[in-house]
């Protein structure tokens, strides 16, 4: 059994910046597309971006557009969400995701906070 797990989050001021990592044991990145997802207190999860499976031309959500980067590195077995120019409304717990089948599979998520 395989387990995404993400890190690189913590407390930034707004404008800051932060590297989101997502790993995997036990299985192969570069075989799925890569999706960020961040759920805000009392809010529905909402999808940030995601990448397929070579890195190009990621996609992503209005509100990150020229300010957050997905970018992988296969031959690491990683994937990154670059923040930058945060903004306190980026406060949230982050998670990577993928699909195998008809399963969806996410991390534990990893906290960030952005706040002055």
């Known amino acids: 059994q395989f387990e995404l797990v993400e890190s690189g989050g913590g407390l930034v001021q707004p404008g800051g910046s932060l590297r989101l990592t997502c790993a995997a044991s036990?299985?192969?990145?570069?075989?799925?597309?890569i999706g960020w997802f961040r759920q805000a207190p009392g809010k529905e999860r909402e999808g940030v971006g995601c990448?397929?499976?070579?890195?190009?031309?990621?996609s992503y959500v209005e509100s990150v557009k020229g300010r957050f980067t997905i970018s992988r590195d296969n031959a690491k077995n990683m994937v990154y969400l670059q923040m930058n120019s945060l903004k306190p409304e980026d406060t949230a717990i982050y998670s990577c995701?993928?699909?195998?089948?008809?399963?969806?599979?996410w991390g534990q998520g990893t906290q960030v906070t952005v706040s002055s």
């Open positions: 036990e299985l192969k990145l570069d075989r799925y597309v």
């Open positions: 990448i397929g499976t070579t890195g190009g031309s990621p």
């Open positions: 995701h993928l699909q195998l089948g008809f399963a969806h599979y």
